[in-house]
């Protein structure tokens, strides 16, 4: 496993956010975590990346254990996030904020290869990248920060709700360019409350319900579960 989660307990304060959560991540894999509102996804993202702290558990990354690094250097050492809504530089440029996710890189020509890359992913995000990212609608800030995410040449880029408040054609491009972006060999850990999509598009899945893991499988597998399907698919 490329990203092992063994044990993982997070309180906000006396609030057990997540408990006792263990899942893995294979290399080159989509894995996703559904779950209604204030399951404990996103709270499970911003642990991997070092932005809450564990109460109890270990996060192993590539056979290194990160469960207390730095926010920064899990971003040197490869894992990357993008945040849910408009966590974005509202105030920068596109380009700025683009060039606030390979912050933490020195590799100039990877860095200009990387930029060509997200610009190919992303027509759109070209075609404004002058704009102060605050005024651009909000699934182009969407795009900015899966892009901004990637500029870090993440090995696992961690997506918190990319489909959030998108229209549905926008919906299907954003899960495209996720393929896209798997393709090219990266993986990904999707958060996701869009179960469908999210199943549909997944190597590995795992249901989260008040802040424990209640179900694994492949996509395949938990999208034909009667028990997922009645609670996250709208039931048939
Ligand atoms: P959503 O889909 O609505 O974003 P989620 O599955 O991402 O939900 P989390 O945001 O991880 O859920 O929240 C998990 C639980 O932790 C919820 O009960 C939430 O109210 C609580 N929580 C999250 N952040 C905080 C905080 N800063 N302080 C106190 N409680 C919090």
Known sequence: MLLEVEGLCVNYGHIE????????????TVTTLIGANGAGKTTTLKTLSGLRK????????????????????RVKLGLSQSPEGRGIFPGMTVRENLDMGGFVRRDKAGLAADLDRVMALFPRLSERISQVAGTMSGGEQQMLAIGRALMARPRVVLL?????????????????????????????????????????????????????????????????????????????
Request: glycine share 12%; net charge negative; charged share 25%.
């Open 17 to 28: 956010a997540i408990r006792d959560i263990s899942f893995g991540v294979e290399e080159g």
């Open 54 to 73: 564990v109460r109890a558990g270990k996060v192993t990354f590539d056979g290194t254990d990160i469960t207390d690094m730095s926010p920064e250097k």
């Open 160 to 236: 918190d709700e990319p489909s959030m408040g998108l229209a549905p054609k926008l919906i299907q491009q954003i899960f495209a360019i996720i393929k896209e972006i798997n393709e090219q060999g990266t993986t990904v850990l999707l958060v996701e409350q869009n179960a469908a999509q999210a199943l549909k598009a997944a190597d590995q899945a795992h249901v989260l319900e008040t802040g424990e893991l209640v179900r694994s499988g492949t996509g395949a597998e938990l999208a034909g579960d009667p028990s997922v399907r009645a609670a996250y698919l709208g039931g048939d």
